[in-house]
Structures are given as structure tokens and as C-alpha cells.
């Protein structure tokens, strides 16, 4: 910083007074948010077997989920936050093929059901 004489100026040690320099930074972000999901609708019937009856009949569901998140900036990487950085550098990731996702879908629901006979067997036993 200079006087009206054009000397520089001093703080109170002697050392020169230096300005703060504002530049304005900014960048433009795009993010890409892939969604791809599969879901499994049935129900699961239990029947007798002395008299063949329905005792119970439950509905269920099992789904397989594909997520992606990443993006892209363009401009001044120091406009950006810790959040948009973790974001970056990640290219967009292939949907996996819908066969494969009914599939793991199908593993979902047969888990499930598995479940369901067996919590009823143990109430059934107690």
C-alpha cells in the first residue's frame, strides 16, 4: 500500500502494509445420480398338511438396488466443498443388466420366505 507521497507504508515494527487481494473463484458442478431397482411382489401361503387348509397367508416383497453417485466441475476447484470433492473423479458406472438384478431379487425373496417358514415353525413348536 502506498501514501499520498507514493511511499510505502508501515506498520508499527516498520515492516511494509500489505493489502489483501479478493479474487472471486467459481466453478459449475454436474452430478449424476443413477437409480436402477427391481422388486419382487408374492405371497407366501402356509397350509396344513393333516387337513390341507390355509392357516396363514403373508404378502412379501424383495427388491435389488443399484446407486450410483458422481460428478463432474468445471472451473476453480477452490470454490468447491469437502462434500462436492469426495463426489468428483468417479466416471458414471455401467446399470448392471436387469437379469442380473431380478436375479439377486429372486435371492432376496427366497431369503425372506426362509425366514418367515422358520419364525413360523418355532411358534408353532412353542
Do not use: C
Amino acid at each position: 500500500m502506498l501514501d499520498n507521497k507514493g511511499n510505502t507504508l508501515k506498520d508499527s515494527l516498520g515492516k511494509p502494509i500489505k493489502a489483501t487481494k479478493f479474487i472471486r473463484v467459481s466453478v459449475q458442478i454436474k452430478e449424476v445420480h443413477q437409480l436402477k431397482k427391481t422388486a419382487i411382489q408374492s405371497s407366501l401361503d402356509m397350509y396344513e398338511n393333516k387337513n390341507n387348509t390355509l392357516s396363514r397367508s403373508e404378502p412379501i416383497m424383495a427388491e435389488s438396488i443399484f446407486e450410483n453417485h458422481t460428478a463432474t466441475a468445471f472451473g476453480d476447484m477452490r470454490a468447491l466443498t469437502p462434500q462436492s470433492k469426495a463426489k468428483l473423479g468417479a466416471p458414471p458406472k455401467p446399470f448392471p443388466p436387469t437379469a442380473d438384478m431380478v436375479y439377486n431379487a429372486g435371492i432376496n425373496l427366497k431369503n425372506l420366505a426362509k425366514d418367515i417358514v422358520w419364525n413360523n415353525y418355532r411358534r408353532q413348536i412353542q
